[in-house]
């Protein structure tokens, strides 16, 4: 089973010939919080084991949490002073006992020690959490207003020269990875063109500014978007495209409505339902395409630290981190079909 491989919403079953059953407004909002009620309730079995799956992985792994700590200097460290070291980090007990008493800590409110950055864990969230939430909701942002207002107007007019542009651009963006757009962004738009910059939050020596931060965050911010924005506008424009030929629609049209209000009033509002469901399933995938990007432009977020702890075997940090992209991913999953039982009276959500 996945981590998304949850009870879903389904859309409830009429008889033929007759229309779908409608739910109240009241009835709709206490299905959804059965259905988070019930989501809940895998919370805290998927979060242990994720948890434990990390640190007996991590285990099994050829590499040693010693090396990482020490770098070159386990090269010139005596054998004595390698095991004082190992008895000290603990990294020479089994797994399970590491995961205990990472489990016993956390418990408690402790997060531990990340031994790569040499500080709390709580003190490396706080100083990377932040700057990762900037970078992920400016680029969701972007992706959804582009999906939205270019796939529509794509579906809108079909055949017109923005849907012969955008739609081969968005099945090129689908077959290339995103560290590959990030890599050609950075050698147009900051080597050749020198119109932006090519990483970090600053310039070198200049004073940590929301002027600074914006112009360091365009680059990134947009490369997250475009990894994301082909499934999003192909999928508006899909949608679009099938409401647009639904009855009511035809109905619209025949009343005599403009086309502008019949895209917007009876068109979009029904594709924007698997819209919704699919933003929820997106983002494991705008998880990993924050590593990437961060760790090309330098950002200094959360999805950089995965990749040094992950290197280093920092247990602790590792633990966590994969912990709250868990989180995240549940709980996005869980957003997507609440809104979607909110939004379409149809949709039940009882199992």
Request: hydrophobic share 55%.
């Amino acid at each position: 089973m996945t981590l998304t491989d949850l009870p879903a919403p389904r859309v409830a079953d009429a008889p033929a010939g007759t229309a779908p059953r409608r739910r109240p407004r009241r009835a709709r909002w206490q299905a959804a919080g059965r259905l988070a009620r019930r989501r809940l309730l895998f919370v805290l079995p998927v979060l242990a084991v994720v948890s434990g799956g990390v640190f007996a992985l991590a285990a099994a792994s050829p590499f040693d949490p010693l090396t990482g700590y020490l770098g070159d200097r386990y090269l010139t460290a005596s054998e004595e002073a390698q095991a004082r070291i190992a008895e000290e980090l603990g990294t020479g007990r089994p797994w399970w006992e590491q995961y205990g008493d990472w489990l016993g800590g956390l418990v408690t409110g402790d997060l531990g020690t990340s031994r790569s950055f040499g500080q709390p864990v709580a003190e490396v969230l706080a100083e990377r959490l932040p700057w990762t939430l900037l970078l992920v909701t400016v680029a969701l942002g972007l992706a959804v207003v582009a999906a939205l207002v270019l796939g529509t107007w794509s579906a809108a007019r079909r055949g017109g020269w923005v849907d012969r542009v955008v739609t081969p651009v968005c099945l090129l963006l689908q077959a290339v990875p995103p560290f590959v757009v990030a890599l050609g962004a950075v050698a147009l738009f900051a080597i050749a063109l020198s119109w932006l910059p090519v990483a970090g939050l600053t310039d070198a020596g200049a004073e940590l500014s929301a002027g600074q931060v914006a112009r360091h965050l365009v680059l990134p911010a947009a490369v997250l978007a475009a990894s994301q924005l082909p499934w999003l506008l192909l999928n508006v424009r899909q949608s679009v495209l099938a409401a647009l030929a639904d009855d009511a629609v035809v109905a619209a049209r025949a009343r005599g409505l403009s086309e502008r209000t019949v895209v917007t009033r009876h068109a979009l509002p029904t594709a924007l339902l698997p819209f919704v469901t699919l933003l929820g399933a997106r983002l494991p995938e705008l998880v990993v395409g924050a590593v990437l990007v961060e760790e090309v432009f330098s950002w200094p977020g959360v999805a950089q630290a995965v990749v040094t702890s992950a290197v280093q075997l920092d247990f602790p940090l590792l633990a966590v981190l994969t912990l709250l992209t868990t989180a995240a991913v549940l709980l996005g999953s869980l957003l997507a079909d609440a809104a979607y039982v909110l939004l379409d009276p149809r949709v039940a959500a009882d199992g």
